[in-house]
């Protein structure tokens, strides 16, 4: 299997404080990965770093290949990673077409996709991406008056237009209500599993990372302390993850 993401002995401060010791791992295609960790462990921190928008003080992040400081622009960068932020990233007051077609942009370039605002080019693969996250029929509606969930679709569809081969996604859920964080999660990683992306998202909840990623990372104090299969994750393991004490 092809290696898409390489981290090797990542380190990352913040003045006097080190977030990151000492990371090393990588995901190949199609692999659909969870990071955990406290509060403060440092998986936003890491997943800035993948995705270029951090430096880390040293080690090397590798894309599909190529060290990531050897990628020329933002655009070519936006071919190999996707990105699913929590605040969904998405222009409210653009019609939900217009946001999906974003995820051309760097395909495009400025003109065109400025151009696609008045005569959308593309529609039929917009609506063919909006029908995969299950709501074609708001296609013309303003973004602004969608729900948390249907906006999180949206942000969704847009990065089946981009074709990454990576998909970071920093806790995609924790906004939504449990039932809809579910539906959220089923759709993001079936689509990648599909469309053999792989995946890295960070997120709170056990019992959804043990439920839809299979393969599990744990951060603490700045290192890997599991990197593991989810059906190979104990309640102990957990436990100290989260430094949880017994009840006594
Ligand atoms: N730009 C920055 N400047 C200074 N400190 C930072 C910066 N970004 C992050 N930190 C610090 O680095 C640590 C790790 O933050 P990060 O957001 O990566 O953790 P996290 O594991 O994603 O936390 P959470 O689960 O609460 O979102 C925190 O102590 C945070 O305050």
Request: proline share 4%; hydrophobic share 40%; aromatic share 6%.
């Given at each position: 299997?092809?290696?898409?993401?390489?981290?090797?002995?990542?380190?990352?401060?913040?003045?006097?404080?080190?977030?990151?010791?000492?990371?090393?791992?990588?995901?190949?295609?199609?692999?659909?990965?969870?990071?955990?960790?406290?509060?403060?462990?440092?998986?936003?921190?890491?997943?800035?770093?993948?995705?270029?928008f951090t430096h880390p003080d040293n080690g090397s992040v590798t894309i599909d290949g190529i060290n990531i400081v050897n990628y020329k622009s933002n655009k070519q960068l936006a071919k190999k990673i996707g990105i699913i932020r929590q605040q969904f990233d998405l222009i409210d007051d653009l019609k939900v077409i217009h946001n999906v077609l974003a995820g051309k942009l760097?395909?495009?370039?400025?003109?065109?996709?400025?151009?696609?605002?008045?005569?959308?080019?593309?529609?039929?693969?917009?609506?063919?991406?909006?029908?995969?996250?299950?709501?074609?029929?708001k296609f013309d509606e303003k973004t602004a008056n969608l729900s948390g969930g249907e906006k999180q679709r949206v942000a969704i569809a847009r990065i089946l237009l981009q074709?990454?081969?990576?998909?970071?996604?920093?806790?995609?859920?924790?906004?939504?209500?449990?039932?809809?964080?579910?539906?959220?999660?089923s759709i993001l990683v079936n689509l990648a599993?599909?469309?053999?992306?792989?995946?890295?998202?960070?997120?709170?909840?056990i019992e959804f990372a043990k439920k839809y990623f299979d393969r599990l990372i744990g951060i603490k104090d700045g290192n890997v302390v599991f990197d593991l299969p989810s059906n190979e994750i104990t309640d102990e393991i957990i436990k100290d993850l989260y430094n949880y004490q017994e009840l006594k």
């Open positions: 299997m092809k290696k898409i993401v390489e981290l090797k002995d990542i380190q990352k401060r913040f003045k006097e404080m080190e977030v990151l010791s000492s990371i090393s791992f990588s995901v190949e295609e199609g692999e659909i990965v969870a990071i955990l960790g406290p509060s403060g462990a440092g998986k936003t921190t890491l997943l800035n770093i993948i995705s270029g760097h395909e495009w370039g400025f003109i065109k996709s400025l151009f696609s605002l008045f005569f959308p080019q593309g529609k039929d693969e917009a609506l063919d991406a909006l029908n995969k996250v299950g709501i074609t029929e074709h990454p081969k990576v998909v970071l996604a920093d806790e995609p859920v924790s906004s939504l209500d449990p039932a809809r964080a579910e539906d959220i999660l599993r599909k469309e053999k992306i792989s995946l890295i998202a960070s997120i709170h909840s």
